[in-house]
């Protein structure tokens, strides 16, 4: 079992920058990737960008070049999402995810952003 605490949310100007954390504790070694989706009330949740355990990164296209994720290396159990040049389409519900070796899925609760003039 791998519990998730997101943290890092808020309120912020469009063009301005975010960075979001999710804190791991529980079965932390299990984890193979750690990825953040997000979603908007009323759609699907998707998937914004992943860091696998060999530390390659990917993004969706929509905010590639913006957002950056990557893992604490010394602890391994936290995962950071710097966002910059934020739009108000990133305006969503963002959660933290992690999967295990057998390919089971943990969530965090989620944090808000809302990106706003």
């Known amino acids: 079992q791998v519990y998730l605490a997101e943290s890092g949310g808020g309120l912020v100007q469009p063009g301005g920058s975010l960075k979001l954390s999710c804190k791991a504790s529980g079965n932390i070694f299990s984890i193979i990737a750690w990825n953040w989706y997000r979603q908007v009330a009323g759609k699907e949740r998707d998937l914004v960008a992943t860091?696998?355990?060999?530390?390659?990164?990917?993004y969706s296209p929509s905010v590639k070049g913006r957002f950056t994720i990557f893992r604490d290396t010394v602890m391994y159990n936290m995962v950071t999402l710097e966002m910059n040049s934020l739009k108000p389409e990133d305006t969503a519900v963002y959660y933290c995810?992690?999967?295990?070796?057998?390919?089971?899925?943990?969530w965090g609760q989620g944090t808000q952003v809302t990106v706003s003039s």
């Open positions: 860091v696998t355990n060999d530390d390659i990164a990917t």
């Open positions: 995810m992690v999967r295990n070796g057998g390919y089971d899925a943990f």
